[in-house]
């Protein structure tokens, strides 16, 4: 139990009824944060995502000061029992987003920390004041902007069901718009405690509540390695064969948008502690944690689904569907070009931040730094946001740039410009996206040739399960 009065704040041992008690591993040490969960300044929601498994990486990457800070706090909770790497096999997610065989006390990497790395030199750099000024004025215009953007969604969305803007202005206006607020619940699900997340959900891609754990800690945490969750995200439309492929995916999102979605939530909100789920809910019911973190999720998912029943009633059904897929392909791309995902990283780099420097690019689309922020879902700066994942905003995220390039100068580490959108990243998706079909978790080929791809039962029969997979709240979300 902790010094300092950790015992009057303790949730009572006996809350964990059923469940084994929870642990957390920090280089090689085994942690009960049990007694620390309501009072973690990021929330309780983080480490319950992460419960019994090695949070090494997210202490210390997702705190300014880790050495200073954390790691001196965590003493307090230090567990004397034999260390252990992880928990849990699978890490609490379901098995279909992970490699065949997975298993976490293997196959997670292990990195170095301390004097010396990369992310020492930039934490200094960070804390020079003038650094500190920029981030804070820089998160300040990100979320002025962020709000304009929204109450702009407002007055297009009642301007179009009400029938007074004309409906192939709306749909290009929203496509825009969906992509530049999805980027601004980028930032805010990296935030701590904040409802604002659930805008991630608006391009009709994501899902903010698994954003938490998927896309802040598995992704940032383990980007291009095999437990790098996001690395899924394209798998299953894989599957299906390169002419079906759009449309089947599309079919596939709409069923997210009509049912599935909403199915996952109620699972999420109801699923128990298990080696494939964290059961996040179920413990902060049990520990009395109080549960506001899904308001955000139904007031955006709502509200999508209103504005497709008023369109429908509107006769707006053809610009209801123009932006539906505009915004999700648009979206998709994007994700989907934010990494190179066909190729895993240099498994020998213990460095993390070099290791997060070579496998992912920034992107320029009009070369203006801010508006690409927004016409890219948040992710043109992107080198800075997996090296700063803590950050508040993409617009920090391009006031850090300079420090990170101090570092890299020092380290002599080439600091590449950004890739082009149309020139550079497009084309290398769009031969991913009409590759042939392969099985979507090894990425081995699947059929002979062309006409077996295209004609086979298999696939008729893989191309139903994908669609109805989509109804039911499963997969790329
Ligand atoms: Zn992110």
């Given amino acids: 139990m902790g010094k300092g009065g950790e015992k009057d704040d303790c949730p009572p041992r006996a809350a964990f009824k059923g469940s084994p008690k929870k642990r957390w591993v920090v280089d090689g040490v085994s942690y009960d944060l049990t007694p620390f969960l309501a009072k973690h300044p990021g929330g309780p929601d983080f480490l319950l995502w992460s419960a019994n498994r090695d949070i090494s990486i997210a202490v210390h990457t997702y705190h300014k000061d880790p050495e200073r800070t954390v790691l001196p706090l965590l003493r307090r909770y230090r567990c004397e029992e034999p260390p252990v790497k992880s928990v849990k096999r699978l890490m609490g997610v379901p098995q279909f987003l992970l490699p065949p065989r997975f298993d976490a006390v293997t196959d997670t990497p292990s990195y170095d920390w301390g004097p010396g790395t990369f992310l020492a030199d930039l934490v200094k750099e960070m804390a020079r004041p003038a650094v500190a000024r920029a981030v804070e004025a820089a998160d300040a215009a990100f979320d002025r902007h962020a709000l304009i953007l929204l109450f702009m969604y407002g007055v297009i969305v009642s301007a179009w069901l009400s029938c007074v803007l004309r409906p192939s202005v709306a749909a290009i206006a929203l496509i825009l718009l969906r992509t530049a607020l999805a980027g601004a619940g980028h930032s805010f699900v990296h935030r701590p405690k904040s409802p604002w997340g659930a805008l991630f959900d608006f391009n009709y891609v994501g899902h903010c509540t698994t954003a938490v754990d998927g896309h802040a800690l598995l992704h940032h945490g383990y980007t291009q390695t095999e437990a790098d969750v996001k690395r899924g995200f394209f798998g299953g439309m894989m599957g299906v064969a390169r002419a079906y492929r759009v449309p089947i995916h599309t079919l596939h999102k709409l069923g997210h948008v009509v049912t599935g979605c909403l199915v996952r939530q109620v699972d999420l909100q109801l699923e128990r502690d298990a080696e494939e789920h964290q059961g996040v809910e ?33 006769g707006l059904r053809w610009s209801w569907l123009f932006q539906f897929i505009g915004s999700l392909w648009l979206n998709t791309l994007l994700v989907v070009s934010s990494h190179d995902f066909d190729d895993l990283g240099d498994e020998s780099e213990r460095d993390w931040a070099v290791f997060q420097l070579a496998e992912t690019h920034d992107m320029s689309i009009t070369g203006w730094p801010r508006l690409d922020c927004w016409l890219s879902a948040g992710l043109a700066p992107h080198r800075a946001h997996h090296l700063l994942p803590y950050q508040r905003s993409a617009y920090a995220n391009i006031a850090s740039e300079p420090a990170i390039r101090r570092v890299c100068e020092r380290r002599g580490i080439a600091w590449d410009p950004p890739k082009g959108l149309g020139s550079e990243i497009l084309p290398v998706v769009f031969r991913r996206l009409f590759a042939p079909a392969c099985d979507p978790a090894t990425r081995e080929a699947l059929y002979a040739d062309a006409v077996a791809e295209h004609a086979s039962w298999r696939q008729l029969a893989y191309c139903v399960s994908y669609v109805g997979a989509g109804v039911c709240g499963i997969g790329s979300i």
């Avoid at 049990?286 to 509200?303: Q, T």
């Fill in 282 to 314: 179920d413990l902060k019911r049990a520990l009395g944690l109080g549960n506001w973190a899904h308001v955000g999720f139904w007031a955006v998912h709502v509200c999508l689904r209103v504005e497709l029943y008023v369109a429908w009633r509107q």
